[in-house]
T-cell receptor
Framework: NAGVTQTPKFRVLKTGQSMTLLCAQD?????MYWYRQDPGMGLRLIHY???????AKGEVPDGYNVSRLKKQNFLLGLESAAPSQTSVYFC????????????FGPGTRLTVL | RKEVEQDPGPFNVPEGATVAFNCTYS??????FFWYRQDCRKEPKLLMS???SGNEDGRFTAQLNRASQYISLLIRDSKLSDSATYLC?????????FGAGTRLFVKA
């Protein structure tokens, strides 16, 4: 099993450009999450999903959109990238709730110039 | 006040030392507690869950004090491979809050 995978691993964008980050898991987990991690701060939840076809806002959702059309995939979109969105983005999944262990992908390092 | 607070460190300890980290949380209704480990430029991975009765996994012991709203992690007989950032994690319903982490360096 690959676990949780993320595509791409690195990306550089110019201000105003858009992009989509893909997260895939092969563990049949119901819950999936997108976090961002910035220096000196903990991981902050952007959006999450409790099942196929559902999404919900987390702590820092502004400037991001998500979709969960298939159970195994969770997409994070940046509509118009800003330098403040320079960060490391982690996707995670858990079996049935946030009380379970979360399994993380390797992360995507995004720089917005 | 941050919802989950940790001493950022770094803690620099020699091999074989015992080191302890504390973490405080602000919401008394918090329900689940974890310690995750994150190596440099890698993803976080679960180290252990934390229960009121305390739990131990080899050289690692975690404790929860609900009355004082803190959790702790004790590492005995530190190894070079224990060098990492340790993240305190608190969950309430759908909300998972990560601390900023405590950095540990174990020296030979």
């Amino acid at each position: 099993n690959a676990g949780v995978t993320q595509t791409p691993k690195f990306r550089v964008l110019k201000t105003g450009q858009s992009m989509t980050l893909l997260c895939a898991q092969d563990m049949n987990h119901e819950y999936m999450y997108w976090y961002r991690q910035d220096p000196g701060m903990g991981l902050r939840l952007i959006h999450y999903s409790v099942g196929e076809g559902t999404t919900a806002k987390g702590e820092v959702p502004d400037g991001y959109n998500v979709s969960r059309l298939k159970k195994q995939n969770f997409l994070l979109g940046l509509e118009s990238a800003a330098p403040s969105q320079t960060s490391v983005y982690f996707c995670a999944s858990s079996y049935y709730s946030a009380y379970n262990e979360q399994f993380f992908g390797p992360g995507t390092r995004l720089t917005v110039l | 006040r941050k919802e989950v607070e940790q001493d950022p460190g770094p803690f620099n300890v020699p091999e074989g030392a015992t080191v302890a980290f504390n973490c405080t949380y602000s919401n008394s209704a918090s329900q689940s507690f974890f310690w995750y480990r994150q190596d440099c430029r890698k993803e976080p991975k679960l180290l252990m869950s934390v229960y009121s009765s305390g739990n131990e996994d080899g050289r690692f012991t975690a404790q929860l004090n609900r009355a004082s709203q803190y959790i702790s992690l004790l590492i005995r007989d530190s190894k070079l491979s224990d060098s990492a950032t340790y993240l305190c994690v608190v969950t309430l319903a759908f909300k998972t809050i990560f601390g900023a982490g405590t950095r540990l360096f174990v020296k030979a």
